[in-house]
């Protein structure tokens, strides 16, 4: 397996394109049968979520439309521990369908620290899917009801994920070493 360097870190392979392909077809088939005949809105946080957001909905057969926000409590490999917002939800989700869509879920902060602000709003309901979900790191009550994978509390980058900026665009999941 190839191993690249992102900054100062090695990483190798943890889950390959196919697989991670596979997965979203799969999580968009559930998706498309338990909203059928409804229109969810899909909140997808940036930065890290964009791909997973972009295939995901290539594979969505029901009416659903996206909006994108920018949450963000990561500087290089850590959590900050301070959730900030640089771009706001600028939809009403007042009586609708609302699925976040995260990149990965560790330890549940950010989500913790954005789900009250969009359940004051009153959706009808609001559901969360992610990629990635360190279940091991979750510290704050969070259960997303769409899971790509369940992975051990390891660093990883591509598909979205970033170290400091950078891997972002690399097509698979890779893991510190």
């Known amino acids: 397996m190839p191993v ?20 979203i077809k799969e ?24 791909m997973f957001a972009a295939d995901l909905f290539k594979h969505l057969t029901i009416d659903a ?3 994108f926000i920018k ?12 959730v900030v917002t640089s771009i706001g939800l600028e939809v009403d989700i007042f009586g609708r369908e609302v699925i976040i869509l995260e990149d990965i879920v560790d330890t549940g902060k950010t989500l913790h620290h954005f ?4 359940t004051h709003q009153q959706p009808l309901s609001l559901k969360i899917a992610t990629l990635l979900h360190k279940s091991e790191a979750t510290v704050f009550p969070l259960n997303p009801d769409y899971v790509g994978f369940d992975i051990p509390n390891k660093f990883v980058v591509g598909y979205g994920l970033d170290y400091d900026g950078l891997g972002r665009n690399l097509k698979e999941i890779y893991q510190v070493i």
């Open 4 to 23: 690249i360097k992102v900054h100062d870190k090695s990483f190798d392979i943890y889950l390959p394109e196919e697989s991670i392909q596979q997965r």
């Open 65 to 67: 439309e996206i909006s």
């Open 27 to 50: 999580m968009a088939a559930l998706i498309n049968a338990d909203y059928a005949g409804k229109k969810p809105l899909f909140i997808a946080i940036l930065n890290g979520s964009f």
């Open 71 to 82: 949450l963000a409590s990561y500087k290089g490999m850590k959590s900050t521990g301070n």
């Open 115 to 118: 789900l009250p602000k969009l």
